[in-house]
């Protein structure tokens, strides 16, 4: 199993910015991708970002495009999500993904609320 904890989440004006981390443990696989989605009361979960292995591969939301950017440190088994120019629809509950083995694994999520 794998386990997921998420850090970072909080209150911000539209246009400040946060910083999400969320770090793998236990039976983490020998390589994986990792990722961030959110989820706004009352819609479905979405993607926001993910990152491959290596880091050679990032892609996002078209939504977070220009504002989000993805990394990670494979020997913290840390992904970061640095969220700058924030909205208001940017309010979600967000969820740190691990990919592997055709499994997914999920944090409990860290809430992020951006007012106007």
């Known amino acids: 199993q794998v386990q997921l904890v998420e850090s970072g989440g909080g209150l911000v004006q539209a246009g400040g910015s946060l910083r999400l981390s969320c770090t793998a443990s236990?039976?983490?696989?020998?390589?994986?991708?990792m990722g961030w989605f959110r989820q706004a009361p009352g819609k479905e979960r979405e993607f926001v970002a993910g990152v491959s292995w290596s880091a050679g591969s990032r892609n996002y939301a078209d939504s977070v495009k220009g504002r989000f950017t993805i990394s990670r440190d494979n020997a913290k088994n840390t992904v970061y999500l640095q969220m700058n120019s924030l909205k208001p629809e940017d309010t979600a509950v967000y969820y740190c993904n691990v990919h592997a083995l055709d499994i997914d694994y999920w944090g409990q999520g860290t809430q992020v609320t951006v007012s106007s």
């Open positions: 236990g039976r983490t696989p020998s390589s994986y991708a």
